[in-house]
């Protein structure tokens, strides 16, 4: 404990080296496989490559990814940049399929009564298909989230600063203290970035909160008990 | 007025819906499509809006084939109402009135302020605009089917067993206030249902399919009870069983109407006078 009071300075400067980290990867992933999952989701072909290629892509393991990394695109071995690069190839390998089923899950009725009133193809997909995919792809996101806070820390093997800094100093120099405040820390973060979105699903997504206590047809004393 | 010219539909299953289907649909009359699953009446009336295009032949809108339209502008243009309301589920129900409006560049405040008076029009609570579909009964939801379908006040409105999944009661509701605002508006209205009874009620001009799309008769309620063309249309109206057949039994100072089965069906009123005392 005095050494997490000791160095709280440190403890704040990598939390915030490990959100400048985390970001960049969820916002971008989600950008990404939002066409990805849309032209999976369009087309039988590109189902199968698309997604069978996401889930290969997954596979790769991170520390090796890291070291290759530099060498394809040319960054410094130590580039924050390829943190994010590749967790962000992460977040796009969880996020394709989860467009593509979230996608999947709007209400065949709503999207033909939709067409039927006059949306065009673009106007359906940004206003109707991508809101009522709105609770999958949140739950995707809340995935993705958490394990790109978590992935984040693997990056201080090659030296790329972040909580996981905490790690592999506290066990080089044998501090424990330093070890836990880093787990701690992060577990805090990703948390935060949990709560974080789940609360702007509320906001964005209004519909799915009111409408779920009161479905129709449920008698009141039955929701009592 | 809606022309079919001897249209046909083959789906890409290799499904024959509609085989050499020709009719004309009059202006500001209801036509009913009446029949089975199978009959291609959903098929024909989504030919209107071009949700479905024909295989062969065409379908005109007052002269004009509706092929050469632009498939979006056509159906912004054009009123319509299916089943379980279709209802966007994230927008609020005045959102869900105003959503065509919005969709043809009318400002939000008027497209609102609009829709609010079509909530009047359906006999909808204002209390209710701001609420989910989702929040709403289903007859409820129907209602704002119908003011979505008349917010840009179109000349065709394209109704698709629109009370379909209501119970009985709020059906019956529905189609007495669906026949009070046909009254009001005058809308060129097609509509398909799968119950003679709700055609009757609705239809001036009931078009009576078999499997395929193929016309078993047209014609006014009277002209099909009088005159069912075949034994299936018969049987579709319900002539056959005896009933349409009603004939006057003298029950003490009382008249009583009874059909074939035996089945009372109500009472003579012979003198008008009497009933409105």
Request: charged share 10%.
């Given at each position: 404990m005095t050494w997490v009071l000791a160095n709280l300075g440190l403890i704040w400067a990598r939390t915030l080296d490990h959100v400048v980290l985390s970001l960049p990867p969820i916002v971008l992933c989600f950008l990404i496989a939002l066409p990805l999952g849309w032209l999976a989701r369009r087309y039988r072909i590109s189902r199968g490559i698309i997604l069978t290629g996401a889930g290969l892509l997954y596979a790769v393991p991170s520390l090796p990814l890291f070291f290759v990394l530099p060498a394809v695109i040319g960054t410094g071995l130590r580039s924050p940049l390829n943190v994010i690069i590749a967790l962000t190839l992460y977040g796009v390998a969880l996020m394709v399929r989860v467009v593509s089923d979230g996608l999947d899950s709007v209400?065949?009725?709503?999207r033909q009564s939709a067409s039927a009133v006059g949306y065009s193809a673009w106007s359906r997909f940004w206003q109707v298909e991508l809101p009522?995919?709105?609770?999958?792809?949140?739950?995707?996101?809340?995935?993705?989230a958490v394990s790109t806070v978590s992935l984040v820390t693997v990056g201080?093997?090659?030296?790329?600063?972040?909580?996981?800094?905490?790690?592999?100093?506290?066990f080089q120099r044998?501090?424990?203290?330093?070890i836990i405040a880093g787990l701690v820390v992060?577990?805090?973060l990703a948390l935060v970035f949990d709560g974080g979105l789940v609360l702007a699903g509320r906001v964005l997504m209004p519909w799915n909160r009111r409408a779920a206590p009161s479905k129709p047809n449920v008698p009141v004393e039955l929701r009592a008990t | 007025m809606i022309e079919f010219r001897s249209v046909s539909k083959r789906f890409p299953d290799g499904t024959l819906a509609v085989?050499?289907?020709s009719l004309v649909l009059p202006s500001h009359k209801?036509?009913?499509?009446?029949g089975s699953s199978g009959s291609g009446k959903t098929t024909l009336l989504r030919m209107i809006n071009r949700m479905v295009d024909?295989?062969?032949?065409?379908?005109?809108?007052d002269g004009e084939d509706i092929a050469t339209l632009p498939p979006v502008k056509l159906r912004r243009g054009i009123g319509y109402v299916m089943q379980n309301s279709g209802l966007l589920p994230h927008r609020t129900v005045l959102d869900n009135v105003a959503t065509v409006p919005l969709l043809r560049g009318t400002p939000k405040r008027q497209a609102r302020a609009d829709a609010l008076v079509l909530l009047d029009t359906v006999g909808l609570d204002r209390a209710l605009a701001d609420r989910y579909p989702g929040q709403l009964s289903g007859g409820q939801q129907q209602r704002v089917g119908v003011a979505r379908g008349l917010a840009v006040d179109p000349n065709i409105l394209l109704m698709d067993e629109p009370f379909g999944a209501v119970d009985p009661i709020v059906r019956a509701e529905l189609q007495q206030e669906l026949v009070r605002l046909q009254k009001d508006l005058d809308k060129t209205v097609v509509f398909v249902t799968h119950d003679i009874e709700e055609a009757f009620l609705l239809g001036d001009q009931i078009v009576i399919l078999r499997e395929g799309g193929r016309i078993a008769q047209v014609g006014s309620p009277a002209d099909l009870l009088a005159r069912p063309a075949d034994d299936f249309v018969a049987s579709f109206v319900g002539a056959d069983r005896g009933r349409r057949v009603l004939h006057v039994e003298r029950h003490g100072a009382e008249d009583v109407v009874v059909d074939s089965d035996g089945r009372l069906a109500g009472v003579l009123n012979g003198n008008p006078a009497e009933g409105d005392r």
């Open positions: 209400d065949a009725d709503v009522l995919s709105g609770p999958v792809l949140l739950a995707g996101l809340r995935v993705v201080a093997v090659i030296g790329v600063q972040s909580l996981g800094s905490l790690f592999t100093d506290g044998g501090i424990q203290a330093e992060t577990v805090g | 085989q050499d289907f209801t036509t009913v499509l009446v024909p295989t062969s032949g065409s379908v005109a809108i």
